[in-house]
């Protein structure tokens, strides 16, 4: 039964990829900016975390929490610092605007607090459960669990509430939403707010399921969740969630078949071929391109 | 015959200003600090320059520059400390592999545009990277051990046979072809320039002055190892370009020499030098998105008495 363990760790790991790659799709789908900073969002995330738990005495949900308001802030400070002045400038400015801000984020934090790991208090429970012969551990359950849940909050939101349907319609049409009445820079605000939210929870979830945290931590997992949204289509909500999975689950597999050297290269290579093959991800549609 | 004025120019120019610096190396006027940094220099110039023919010229934003570095400093330290040819050998097989690896990754690659090349070259340096990583024949993690054998001459004049290829490619039929995909691809189409033929043609040529740039960096330090060619020396090739100005390749050449002089003097604290790095890349897109010389070349303070600019 090593299979499903495996499976249970890849979906594990498949569950912070996605709850990183809702955010990029997000911010995707409503200005058309891959977040480089993103990734960096869900390291400040861990840290503030680790920084409640060990500073203050928290358990993990009060954390979680902590964590999460702090990242929303923080996201929509880079928003209106950054982004916002970008909106007309052209794709290239911004990516690469997103890039500094990144770097700025990354050795800001190392300046301030030194580049040394930190290791994360143990706050969940370890139990380990027996089914049909795989050990699973309770961490995994209660990680998947928390991720399940904040994805079913985020589609609630999004499905259910006025700011969900004002980001809809913003990512759908931005002049026609403006001329519709809706405030298209607090929906953007919102839409930050929220994607940097669910980094910072996925900040605090690695950090208690995988112990260590160092300020370099989200730039290859940045990158993967990128590489998620783009393979469930980016834009989509429902992608990236099964793109985060599914990637979590290739990068186990590789593992376990003891190629775990080559673990990154999986996750770029799957990268290439959706770009090549369906640029438009697994649940995208095909569009043609105008003049 | 005012292009071919240009050229000599050019070249006493070059002549003179190789002659001082070797004068003065010779005289021990710069000690072995500053020629490193000359050293340096010169390789960051070709990088920059020849992402500039990516980015600036072609406008296809490449991000996975390192890659191509890495591919021409492991290739040429195959040649000289594993099969023991001269370096001269090192150099040009440097260029031809990191092409090669240019067109094996522009052809698929290039039909992508803007945000998903990016992404797809930065997949595409990782893959590069991970798998030096993974060759024991090249010392894997550990790295391989490199003899000393760059020179200013072989720096200087590899950096000049790059400037040289680059700004006549630039000035030629092919260059201007690039040059209209940069401004509006679907018109260049439609103009019935091949699109996807000068794509490959300008990352192939960037890759293969990349290559030989990674093999003078190879040949430069007594060690190559992976961790040297992340991403985050990709980024360090996109400032010079980018801060120079998209489109000046005077532009690259001064963001590199002056970035380098800069990151030689913070080299004990790399990470004040990161967030200068960052702070800079995000004041000048924000504020001067065209980046210091925009698309404008230092040539053109002296081109304007004659009000002759038709040739540009």
Known sequence: MEWLQQLVNGISLGSIYALIALGYTMVYGIIKLINFAHGDVFMVGAFIGFYAITGWGLGFFPALIISMVACALFGVLIERIAYKRLRNATRIAALITAIGVSLLIEYGVIYIRGAQLETYPSVLPTKTFDVFGAQISSKSLLILGVSVGLMLILQFIVHKTKTGKAMRAVSHDMDAARLMGINVDRTISATFAIGSALAGAAGVIFGAYYTKIEPLMGVIPGLKAFVAAVLGGIGIIPGAMVGGLLLGVVETIVSAMGYSLWRDAAAFIILILILIFKPAGIFGKNTKEKV | ?312
Not at chain 2, 59 to 67: D, L, N, R, Y
Not at chain 2, 100 to 122: E, H, M, Q
Not at chain 2, 226 to 255: C, E, H, M, Q, R
């Open chain 2, 1 to 312: 015959m005012k292009k071919s004025k240009s050229f000599w120019v050019f070249l006493i120019l070059s002549a003179l200003t190789f002659g001082v610096i070797q004068f003065l190396m010779n005289t021990g006027i710069i000690d072995d600090l500053y020629s490193n940094m000359i050293i340096l220099m010169a390789i960051n110039i070709m990088l920059a320059v020849s992402l500039h023919l990516v980015i600036g010229i072609t406008g296809q934003f490449s991000i996975g520059h390192a890659g191509f570095l890495a591919v021409g400093a492991y290739v040429s330290a195959i040649v000289t400390m594993k099969l023991g040819l001269p370096f001269f050998v090192a150099i040009l097989a440097a260029g031809i592999v990191a092409a090669l690896a240019g067109l094996l990754v522009g052809i698929p690659t290039l039909r992508l545009r803007g945000d998903y090349l990016a992404i797809a070259t930065l997949g595409f340096a990782e893959i590069i990277r991970i798998v030096f990583l993974n060759i024991d024949y090249v010392g894997g993690a550990a790295g391989m051990q490199v003899n000393r054998l760059t020179t200013w001459t072989w720096a200087f004049v590899c950096l000049f046979i790059t400037i040289l290829v680059i700004v006549n490619f630039t000035n030629s039929r092919h260059g201007r072809a690039a040059i209209s995909i940069r401004e509006n691809e679907i018109a260049a189409d439609a103009m019935g320039i091949n699109t996807t033929y000068y794509k490959v043609a300008a990352f192939a040529l960037g890759s293969f002055f990349a290559g030989v740039a990674g093999a003078l960096q190879a040949h430069n330090f007594y060690i190559i190892q992976p961790t040297n060619f992340g991403f985050l020396k990709s980024f360090d090739i996109l400032i010079y370009v980018v801060l120079g100005g998209l489109g000046s390749i005077s532009g690259s050449v001064i963001a590199a020499v002056f970035l380098t002089i800069i990151s030689t003097y913070l080299q004990d604290y790399p990470e004040t030098r990161m967030i200068i790095y960052s702070l800079v890349l995000v004041i000048v897109m924000l504020y001067r998105p065209k980046g210091l010389m925009g698309t404008k070349e230092i040539t053109d303070l002296f081109k304007r008495k004659g009000g002759n600019n038709h040739d540009k």
